[in-house]
């Protein structure tokens, strides 16, 4: 069983990663593209109702799709029911939206989002008639259909934006990109997986779900609430152009940082939930995903943060320079982002939805001492407030999988230590090579991207790290079984 669930987890993770990278990568140049298009101020709107969005998805969920992963004898009944609840709360959220609508463009002084906010509201109810086609697969652990459905949208969504940014729509190309994105990727889960709704519906299955999805939706919410309130704040103290160039720095840090621990995490949660009553296993579990993120996720963030000024002024042109300190701040608090979601995966593999809402509630606490205190110094200054969040949030995280599962902080912290310090060297590596004179800043990007990885592999095979070398003879074992297939 043991072994079964280890391949399955490594299919998964293959396919998650596909997926991500895949979907990410197409976003990412999209990104780009509507980013050379269009103005700062206009990626400013809608990163104006980034907070309201994700408010309205997190109710969409209401923690009951974690609950129906989480729970080992979910029911047919028990899935219907969600799926009926999701379209109801899908509803009275979008149709809040479109009443509040005004107040929101009231409160930012921009009367453009009034409509802008009740047609990105369709987004919600789209992706209520989705959310339990995922949560299916998502507890078969079939990530082969989502990155088929996730990639296909992407692509479909991007040409329809870019083609309105190129004709001049706006802020309308960003709106609509959105708007298409849930729709075709709603109706490609449909069209991909085999499940269907009964009619029936049961109070009681979502009664007994309940303790467990509500405390994770109370989650949601804060964590939701308090990723965007950054956007927020500057929106309503700033200019819409700050904003822009805030939202663009921070959505180049998360596509590095973010796709991995979505996709890691994604596969953790319900692998980690098979292992919930064998400690001693989960420990050894959460140990190598730990390691494996520190291997690929602190040369990632460090070596950004070093390349930062040529990839911003070449990728998305001299408009968006102003970025670039926002960017290279915010990769210092990528570096643990993956890492706060493992202990959380852990948390709520173990059904301690309760430690992950107080938890959550302590964290919210210090996102707005720092907001409170560091405002009136500017972004960076906030940024950096961040960081030092970013840190307490990581041992308060930690602490609760040092008691239910003897995994504490200072046992992580050695474990991920010797990745941090050869990223650190690297970055070091790549920081120097860019100070040599080049002839333009494409070859001086192109050597930084090239030296980098090239030194970093070459410290970790040196130094043989565990993570490292597992990766590395796995890859081999592959290779070699490849060639014995083919020559046979």
């Known amino acids: 069983m043991a072994d079964s669930l280890k391949s399955k987890t490594i299919h998964a993770l293959a396919w998650s990663f596909i997926e991500s990278i895949g979907a990410r990568a197409v976003q990412f140049v999209i990104g780009i593209m509507l980013a050379r298009l269009l103005l700062p101020e206009q990626f400013g709107l809608i990163g104006m109702l980034a907070i309201f969005m994700a408010v309205a998805q997190v109710f969409l969920s209401s923690g009951f799709g974690a609950a129906l992963i989480q729970k080992k004898d979910a029911t047919w009944m028990d899935i219907c029911s969600v799926f009926y609840f999701n379209i109801l709360v899908g509803l009275a959220a979008a149709g809040l939206l479109c009443l509040t609508a005004p107040w929101i463009a009231a409160f930012y002084n921009q009367p453009i989002l009034t409509p802008l906010t009740r047609a990105l509201s369709l987004t919600i109810v789209i992706n209520s008639f989705g959310l339990i086609q995922n949560t299916v697969l998502v507890k078969q652990i079939n990530f082969k259909t989502l990155t088929k459905a996730n990639l296909l949208a992407s692509v479909m969504s991007g040409v329809i934006g870019i083609t309105m940014a190129v004709y001049g729509f706006g802020v309308w190309s960003l709106a609509v990109q959105q708007i298409s994105s849930s729709a075709f990727g709603t109706a490609l889960l449909w069209v991909f997986n085999t499940w269907r709704p009964a009619l029936v519906f049961s109070l009681k299955s979502l009664r007994a779900m309940f303790g467990f999805g509500s405390r994770l939706l109370a989650s949601g919410l804060l964590d939701q609430i308090f990723s965007n309130i950054y956007l927020l704040v500057i929106g309503k103290l700033f200019s819409a152009a700050d904003l822009g160039f805030f939202a663009r720095a921070n959505s180049l840090q998360e596509l590095p940082s973010q796709t991995l621990a979505y996709m890691v995490g994604r596969v953790t949660f319900p692998v980690f939930s098979d292992m919930q009553n064998d400690p001693s296993r ?8 730990l390691t494996t993120l520190a291997l690929v996720n602190f040369p990632m963030m460090i070596g950004l943060a070093v390349i930062a000024y040529p990839l911003v002024v070449l990728l998305l042109t001299a408009k968006w320079v102003e970025s670039v300190p926002y960017l290279q701040l915010l990769c210092v608090v990528g570096l643990l982002f993956p890492v706060h979601l493992i202990n959380l995966n852990v948390l709520a593999a173990l059904g301690r939805s309760d430690l992950f809402l107080r938890l959550e509630i302590i964290k919210k606490g210090l996102i707005l001492v720092n907001i409170a205190v560091t405002w009136r110094w500017g972004i960076s200054a906030m940024i950096c407030g961040m960081i030092v969040v970013s840190m307490f949030s990581y041992y308060l995280n930690s602490y609760y999988t040092g008691v239910l599962i003897d995994y504490p902080i200072w046992e992580q912290a050695g474990d991920m230590l010797s990745y941090l310090i050869i990223a650190i060297l690297m970055g070091v590596a790549v920081y120097a090579t860019g100070l040599v004179a080049f002839p333009n800043l494409w070859s001086k990007l192109l050597v930084q991207i090239a030296i980098g990885p090239l030194i970093y592999f070459s410290l970790c095979r040196l130094f043989r790290l565990t993570a490292f ?19 046979g």
């Open 282 to 289: 989960l420990k050894r579990g959460m140990k190598k995903a």
């Open 469 to 487: 070398m597992e990766m590395w003879e796995e890859g081999w074992s592959r290779v070699t079984f490849l060639r014995a297939g083919t020559t």
